[in-house]
């Protein structure tokens, strides 16, 4: 998950820990730079370490295991992508009064994903669908299955149904909770029988990198597992709409049932998001709204309420 960047020294993290870990840890690099990143994650903290890398540390202990996984995993996968992922440097320990495992990756270049970055939205999305094709085709075999570790992505969207529900209950009369309802119920419905794959877990445009208006890299590995890869379609109504989200629908070739989970994990955020910041923070309520809204319109066109994944 990423977020724009806050204020150096959030959760007790800053740019001299930072210089203090990589001075005692890795000294032949204690003389660059130490930098935080302009668009920052939440469930890390990243810092540019020169011109050619960057340190990640996990900001809460429950985002340890997303370090391990990354430091293991990403130079497996990275061969067989058609974009770059981060290259993993070095792993750093707990020390300097930091509690956590760290690491240092190789810096990619590009900008975060914003529309006016973009120079063609619809062979944009293309591009998104041909690398989650090219990751969910990686072999499998001994990836972490999904649970605590991926916050559950991959995993079937039930496992949030109390939590979405309280939601619902939550926004009744303040938005369309019927309609959110038969779209939550579609989702849990929606039973997934295809085979295990590798899935990202946070397709998002903070984690997609563009240069030149091309996308160029794909960051932020944290949530990826094995499983069911329904999870990384929800980028269709975060980022895309109307003739960029068809190309994605398209080029991504996923069945009704995977798109119906898809609409949950979609849904089950925004409202969660909603209610948390609907009397407090008009401009994020009116972003959760806006998924809301597309999501449901959605539903309305592309709904097949029997469908099951082969």
Known sequence: ???????????????????????????????????????????NRTYRLGDTMTVRLPTAEHYVPAVAKENRWLPVLAPSLPLPVPPIVARGRPGEGYPYDWSVRGWLDGDVARPERIADLPRFAESVAGFLRALWAVDPTGGPPAGAHSFYRGAPPVHYDDETRRALAALAGRIDTERAAAVWDAAVGATWR???????GDIAANNLLVRDGELAAVIDFGTCGVGDPACDLVIAWTMFTGE???AFRRAVGQDSAAWARARGW????????????????????????????EVLADQDDHADHGAASP
């Open 1 to 43: 998950m990423t977020t724009s960047s806050p204020s150096d020294g959030r959760a007790g993290i800053d740019a001299a820990l930072v210089r203090r870990l990589i001075a005692a840890q890795f000294p032949q690099w204690s003389r660059l730079s130490v930098t935080p990143v302009e668009v920052d994650g939440w469930d």
């Open 244 to 246: 960029s989200r068809e």
């Open 266 to 293: 979609a849904l089950w955020k925004a409202l969660i998001c909603l209610a948390q910041d609907i009397d407090t923070d008009a401009e994020q309520a009116a972003v959760h709204r806006r998924v809301i809204e």
């Open 194 to 200: 295809g085979r295990p794959v590798w899935f990202h």
